[in-house]
Structures are given as C-alpha cells and as structure tokens.
C-alpha cells in the first residue's frame, strides 16, 4: 500500500519534510540512518549513509555516502528550509555488525564518524539504537520527532 505522507530515502540519498510526513529508510545494516530534527517549526532530514569518511574515498561525487560529508550536506538542506542549528537534535540508527567473522566493522567505524561528527558540530544525539547485529528500517515523524524502529528479530521500538 502506497503512502502518501511517506517519503522514502534510498541509501546514500536524504530528504527533508515538515509535518505531517514521514520520512523512512530500509536496508540499515551496517548502514547508519541520521534524523536532524527542529521541534520548533517541525521540520526534519533524513540521511542514510554507507561509509563513515569522504575523505579516504576515491569516488567523491554523493557526498550523502559518508557520514561527516553527509551530516554538513543534511544540515545544509535544513537549513534552506528553515531550520536554526542550535534548535537541532539528531537521532541514529544502524551501524550493525552484519558478519561474524568481518575484520573491517564498517557499523562500528559508521557509529564512531556519525558521532564525532555530530559533536564537531556541537549538534546533540538525544536517542540512538546502534550496533548489535540485525538490520533495521526505520520511519522518521516529522510531526513528533519520534524515530520509529523495525527489526525482523528484535520487534519495534521508539526513541
């Protein structure tokens, strides 16, 4: 069933929205989605990102790909449509260890961009469900801010 209050982010791609739309992404694994959220004028960003740094990167074109790239290009948006940053707060999810035996903790490396670069930015993450090892989909609502999360193993939840 379409929604049509529900836009839906592809990976390494973002979206803004104002109330009352939904913003969702599916596919988080080791993958982090990144919600900024301004409660004043109920308008928030999605942003569903692969990689943790731009800067080792031989393919530089979607900056939307990395975490540090990622978070300034979401806030840039934001900012277009409205939002002040000191009104900001942001909510993560993802960054799961998908394989048992992996050496390159992708997730892991993912959590640990998104977080320093969120507190580079002197931007608070006031909720997060990050790491263990199952993927996620999550639905970002622009009316309350609230992030809803899906597992197929660990049930719904919402931060």
Known sequence: MLDSNKIVVGIAD????????????????????????????????????MLPSIRQ???KANPAKFADSGIEYLL?????????????????AGGASMFANSSFNIGERN????KQ????????????DTGKNYGRTIIFDTSTGTLHIKSAFKGNKEI
């Open 57 to 59: 990167a031989r393919l």
């Open 117 to 128: 670069t969120f507190e580079d930015l002197d931007i608070p993450i006031v909720a997060e």
């Open 76 to 92: 840039e948006e934001v900012k277009k449509e409205g939002a002040v940053k000191r009104r900001l707060e942001a909510k993560i």
């Open 111 to 114: 959590i640990r961009s998104v």
């Open 14 to 49: 973002c979206a803004v929205a104002k109330k009352p739309l939904k913003l969702s992404t599916v596919g988080l694994g080791s993958c982090v989605g990144i919600t900024v959220y301004d409660k004043k004028i109920h308008l928030g960003g999605l942003l569903h990102i």
